[in-house]
């Protein structure tokens, strides 16, 4: 939101009249036309941006106004190009005005200029004939124009490349390849403005070209690159910088010209004319492979690159460059910064390798090699988790086609990165971020990647907010008919794990303690060898070593005072929410066994979670909600699971502890205990479960609430009486049973309040609900139509039958209530 402040000067900036800013309008362009320009047209300006940006019209500026703004963009002072650009992006451009750039205008182009030019373009012929321009300006050699716009250059063509990559023609792509491999190939080797070796009579004509050095501090012996260093750079060097900045996007947009000029029409033409003026031949893009330098391997192996097309090319010498670079990346450096420079420059050499592989795969086999050693260099070093990453990528994209053993690299992938690097937010953004880029690739040829929920979901544990969205897209694929019981219980003990991943980081903290000086219980059980296996179970790293432990309740006690930490409390506040999306999964692979093997797990550990009462409150109703879609599903899982269901519900306590997931066992219990359900169902077998439902209503309708419990919901109650009048309407036998019970409710209800019901309204809804169902009961063949209707009835489509006149009346009441 706005300070008062600033709503005060938009509102005045939205409500200023016509002839005061005409008025103003004529003040700034005189302003404009004075030699220098000072504070005052500075702040007229930027008064000027904030009047047209505050309204949602776009004006257009008086002519005058406008050509005083245009020189702006080449002013030598920055914050004047910074204004002058914004202002002119929220006005209409004068007729005839728009994209009109010379030759000129062009070599004096920053960015500021690009984004005005970019905001102002009607159609892709307007960046075309931008992009055109640009790339002439290329060919133009120092002195025909500012060193200073050859170097913006390249940065815009990538920003109009980014928005609309469709206005670059052939000859565009042909020219610009060819200026690419120039830069990163035959940059100058020397350094730049020269180098002196001292002295008093140090001079011009003294000073001898200096070879640039590698970062250890050795001369460079073959050609430069980002990695070389020097105490100036020359215009070729920077460019070879610029060309690698931008050589990854370029070759991943090298097919996204669209039908009539194809960049897959350019790569199966050997040779192009240009259109473009000034540009080079091939006799002139074709220099010695050699240019002064030291011949490398590298270099010497693709002498005859230079025959290839130019798409090819560019291929070859990206492959070239990058191999350099990896061999660049292995010298000590001298300073910290370059090693960091020098891992930056591994994952975009690694990163470029794999997008010339995909497009030419009988590189895969001569790059391989390469990143192969390169894993094994730094595999065992976590500080370049970084670069791993990329080549994993690599591996994952060309592994299977060169033959290669992957094993090493998704046990480091998934096995120490997660373990040891949990709490680094970078790499978890970037391994989540690879995982959802490449998930159907690891779920076909990654067996590690469904066995390693346990280590990804520290992720989750440590860091819940940050990285819950990547876990609703990548949860679904972890959920097998194999792990779909261990993930769901460890998923329930997530908060446990987040405050385990929190000892393990303080356990190498001595003391620890709490603010008030009383030293952590839990941290005193995570040192104790006697319970150490309870804390190493939930850091394991891969599924499959038993869905749960048996000392669950142990472990919420050792960990009851890690309930209000607040890492704890926000990965549980997102357990709900992936409890839905894990259900949601499974029921599309779920058969009848593992349904079974769900419904137990949920009624088991109803009552085994960390003591935190939202949690708590939160999971059992999203185990209501999806326990009844099973049984919905499946409703023969009621009859298979008849003991377990009934335990669950003849337990009084559970009343009173779990209402949520309570109501809807009763309500599942009353709705498909019966043979329209399974054949199976025998009276015997309602008979016993209307006995135990009948001992749980009679209990706590006949006694105060235990002490320090609060008196049943309501809805508990009706749901029992409901469940009892459908048991009885199944097996008349036990009509008279609810029949007796629902009329001495009725009679106790009289004499005012119960133990059981405190509040009035609810126990005239109770009553209201008993004496509906005795009504029913006195016609047991109504009842049972009424409770348990057939399946005709609870799914009807009488809006489809043809053979009724509703669907007739349907169309009638149509046509009347829609206007003609």
């Known amino acids: 939101m706005y300070s008062h402040g600033s709503e005060s000067l938009i509102k005045q900036a939205r409500d200023i009249q016509e002839a005061e800013l005409k008025k103003f309008y004529r003040r700034l362009a005189k302003l404009l036309q004075g030699k220098e320009l000072g504070h005052e047209a500075m702040d007229s300006l930027q008064r000027l941006h904030l009047i047209l940006s505050a309204t949602k019209f776009t004006r257009t500026l008086p002519a005058e106004l406008q050509k005083g703004l245009l020189p702006l963009l080449s002013s030598p002072v920055e914050q004047l190009q910074l204004l002058s650009s914004a ?15 010379t030759q000129e205008d062009v070599l004096q182009l920053n960015s500021h200029t690009a984004a005005l030019l970019l905001s102002q373009a009607g159609s892709r012929a307007d960046l075309s004939s931008l992009c055109a321009q640009l790339l002439r300006s290329l060919e133009s050699r120092q002195s025909d124009g500012p060193t200073h716009s050859l170097m913006q250059t390249l940065p815009i063509l990538n920003t109009i490349i980014t928005h609309s990559p469709e206005c670059l023609t052939e000859d565009h792509l042909t020219l610009l390849s060819k200026k690419i491999v120039d830069w990163l190939r035959y940059a100058s080797i020397t350094q730049g403005g020269g180098a002196s070796s001292g002295g008093f009579f140090t001079g011009p004509r003294s000073r001898q070209p200096v070879p640039t050095a590698e970062l250890d501090g050795t001369v460079s012996g073959d050609f430069f690159t980002v990695l070389c260093v020097g ?12 060309s690698f900045s931008m050589l990854r996007h370029w070759l991943l947009t090298y097919h996204s010209v669209p039908s009539g000029s194809t960049i897959a029409d350019a790569a199966n033409r050997p040779q192009l004319s240009f259109s473009l003026s000034h540009s080079h031949s091939f006799s002139n893009d074709d220099r010695s492979e050699v240019d002064g330098s030291v011949v490398s391997m590298v270099s010497a192996t693709s002498s005859s690159s230079r025959l290839l097309p130019p798409k090819e090319r560019l291929r070859e010498k990206a492959f070239q460059y990058c191999l350099r670079l990896i ?14 420079l020098q891992k930056a420059c591994l994952v ?9 592989c995909v497009e030419d795969t009988s590189l895969v086999y001569r790059t391989f090699p390469c990143v192969k050693a390169l894993f094994g260099r730094l595999s065992s070093d976590l500080t370049f988790a970084r670069v791993l990453l990329p080549i994993a990528q690599f591996y994952l994209n060309h592994g299977e086609m ?24 970078f790499l978890a953004h970037e391994l989540l971020r690879f995982l959802r880029l490449n998930l159907e690739s690891l779920q076909l040829r990654v067996p590690e990647y469904t066995r390693s929920f346990p280590n990804l979901l520290k992720f989750l544990a440590w860091d819940s907010p940050a990285v819950v969205d990547d876990f609703v897209d990548l949860l679904p694929s972890l959920v097998t008919a194999e792990t779909a019981v261990e993930l769901l219980h460890t998923m329930l003990d997530l908060p446990c794990l987040s405050a385990t991943l929190l000892l393990q980081l303080r356990s190498t903290c001595s003391p620890i303690s709490e603010p008030g000086g009383r030293g952590l219980l839990s941290l005193d059980a995570f040192r104790s060898a006697s319970l150490r296996g309870l804390f190493l179970y939930l850091l394991r790293t891969e599924a499959g070593s038993g869905d749960t432990i048996d000392r669950l309740s142990t472990l919420h006690e050792l960990l009851a005072e890690a309930a209000d930490w607040p890492r704890v409390v926000q990965c549980a506040q997102t357990v709900p929410v992936l409890l839905h999306i894990f259900f949601s999964a499974v029921v599309m692979i779920a058969d009848e066994k593992l349904s079974a093997h769900l419904i137990l797990v949920m009624l088991e550990r109803s009552s085994l979670l960390l003591n935190i009462p939202t949690y708590i409150k939160e999971i059992h109703r999203v185990f209501s909600c999806h326990l009844l879609r099973l049984c919905k599903l499946r409703p023969s899982l009621v009859v298979d699971q008849s003991h377990e269901l009934l335990e669950f519900a003849g337990t009084t306590a559970n009343v009173y502890s779990k209402d949520e997931i309570y109501t809807h066992v009763v309500w599942a219990l009353g709705e498909y205990l019966s043979v329209s359900s399974d054949s199976r169902c025998s009276v015997r077998l309602i008979t016993s479960c209307f006995e135990a439902l009948e001992a749980v209503l009679f209990e706590i309708t006949s006694s105060a609430p235990p002490p320090g419990a609060a008196c049943p919901v309501p809805r508990v109650i009706t749901t029992l009486m409901s469940a009892l009048a459908k048991l009885a309407s199944r097996s008349h036998d036990l009509i008279p049973r609810v029949s007796l019970f629902l009329s001495k409710l009725r009679t106790v209800t009289r004499g005012g309040s119960v133990a059981w019901c405190t509040d009035e309204e609810d126990l005239v809804a109770i009553v209201m609900r008993g004496e509906e169902l005795w009504s029913l009961l006195k016609t047991p063949g109504v009842a049972q139509s009424v409770l348990t209707p057939p399946p005709h009835v609870t799914t009807p489509q009488w809006h489809r039958d043809t053979n009724l006149s509703m669907p007739l009346q349907l169309r009638t009441l149509t046509s009347l209530t829609h206007t003609q």
């Open 348 to 356: 975009e050499a690694v990163c470029i390798l794999d997008c010339v």
């Open 327 to 340: 061999e660049q990346s292995d010298r000590k450096a001298l300073k910290r910064t370059d090693t960091e």
């Open 231 to 242: 105490q100036g750079f020359t215009d070729d060097q920077w460019m070879n910088v610029y």
């Open 87 to 101: 202002v002119l992006r929220e006005t209409l451009p004068l007729s005839g005005e728009e994209l009109n750039y």
């Open 402 to 425: 060169a033959a290669v053993d992957c094993e090493s690299v998704w046990k480091l992938v998934f096995g120490r990165f997660p373990a040891e690097l949990f709490n680094s937010p």
